[in-house]
């Protein structure tokens, strides 16, 4: 039995794409139109899971301040007042971040947002 030479040929694949910046790293986006796979933002998802678990320990009375609650977590009072905002999103932008469909970065959503859904709808669209 006889092995055939292995034959090597060069296949070139052009893929049109650009490069922008989100969150604070570089992404590769597809032009419009092309289907876009879902990616869920970790760093957003972790925020929204700390987000509402420090809203349950605020209402539950486990701590009485977010002074106490971010001394208790070793973390700023200024980043837990950001994040807990989280749990003022509306039920849908909360789902499109958990599903990988949000449009917004996780930079984006710890700035200040209008507390009526509607607005936030607009605001983040």
């Not at 809203?55 to 807990?84: C, D, K, P, W």
């Amino acid at each position: 039995m006889t092995r055939a030479a292995p034959t090597f040929e060069t296949v070139t694949l052009h893929i049109p794409f650009r490069v922008v910046k989100r969150g604070g790293r570089k992404e590769m986006q597809l032009p419009e139109g092309a289907a876009q796979p879902r990616r869920t933002d970790s760093t957003l998802v972790k925020a929204l899971a700390r987000a509402f678990r420090w809203n349950g320990m605020l209402e539950s009375g486990q701590f009485t301040t977010i002074g106490e609650l971010a001394a208790h977590e070793g973390i700023a009072h200024s980043y837990m007042t950001r994040v807990l905002r989280l749990t003022l999103l509306a039920p849908d932008i909360v789902e499109a971040i958990l599903d990988g469909r949000q449009r917004s970065g996780s930079a984006r959503l710890l700035n200040p947002f209008p507390p009526e859904w509607n607005e936030q709808r607009d605001h983040f669209a």
